[in-house]
């Protein structure tokens, strides 16, 4: 059984970061995972001591200790301005055989002394591993978690007054900050008004995500549903099930209507 202080902590915690990045300040903190990022299979940075960076209140960013990193790093005579992280200077990656135009940032001066020795990485234009891992969109929040649970509430989704999905039970994906996600098997889904679509995203804490639009009349929905076919272990449950977006469909449990949550930006 989990102690309800530990989880009681997390949330406090989670509540202070937002709160101190709407007042402008930015929380940072010693990772205890080695972090290695590649550039067409060269190792550009392994570290032992990442920084955990939130610059965005729902989810951190990784900077790497300059001692560090490997690569060349270029400055492109380009600064980028932050009130929080002050004045960043941009940087060319270069190793042999292979170049990142302005992928690097440096603050030496930032009023954040963590920072001033540390390399922030464009996450999307490197590979990334915690450990032996790849990673993707984004570092797992230490302070996130996903627990998927099996329900037999009658699951019910329409989107303007069109039926999207109807079954019996549901795996129910509870995870920090986002709505309750409701995963119920494909063949409860409206078949006819399906239609497959290019869109694929990744998570980093499910795996990547394959999407469904639909149609109504003559209007189509663009990825309304989507799905995990070979999602990360430790959310095994929801392999090869489909979700909708709460934020924009109607859903009903046991025949109630659920408030639709607000988008989480």
């Known amino acids: 059984m989990t102690d309800p202080q530990v989880g009681t902590g997390l949330i406090r915690e989670a509540k202070s970061i937002m709160a101190d990045n709407a007042r402008g300040r930015v929380k940072v903190e010693t990772g205890a ?49 932050s009130p929080s992280r002050g004045d960043a200077q941009v940087h060319d990656v270069l190793l042999a055989g292979a170049t990142a135009p ?14 001033r020795d540390a390399v922030r990485f464009d996450f999307d234009a490197f590979d990334w591993f915690e450990e032996d891992e790849p990673i993707y969109t984004h570092p797992r929040d230490p302070y996130s978690r996903i627990d998927v649970v099996a329900s037999s509430r009658h699951f019910r989704a329409e989107l303007d007054g069109v039926l999207l999905a109807d079954s019996p039970n549901s795996m129910i994906a509870f995870e ?18 399906l239609r497959p679509s290019e869109t694929v995203t990744h998570c980093p804490y499910k795996g990547a995500a394959t999407y469904w639009s ?37 859903i009903f449990l046991d025949g109630v209507l659920q408030e639709r949550p607000k988008p989480r930006y």
């Not at 430790?234 to 099930?241: D, N, R, T, Y």
Request: glycine share 6%; net charge negative.
């Open 33 to 81: 995972k080695r972090v290695r990022l590649y550039l067409e299979n060269r190792l550009v940075a392994d570290t032992l001591t990442p920084l955990l960076v939130w610059e965005k209140p729902f989810y951190p960013t990784y900077y790497v200790p300059a001692k560090d990193v490997l690569a060349d790093l270029k400055p492109t005579g380009e600064s980028e301005h």
């Open 102 to 115: 302005g992928k690097a940032r440096t603050v030496p001066e930032s009023p954040l002394e963590e920072l």
């Open 176 to 193: 920090t900050g986002l709505p309750p996600r409701y995963y119920v098997p494909i063949t409860a889904l409206n078949q006819d008004i």
């Open 214 to 250: 639909v149609q109504i009349g003559e209007e189509v929905r663009d990825d309304i549903i989507w799905g995990y076919r070979t999602p990360f272990a430790e959310v095994q449950k929801i392999a090869g099930l489909a979700a909708v977006y709460n934020e924009k469909v109607d």
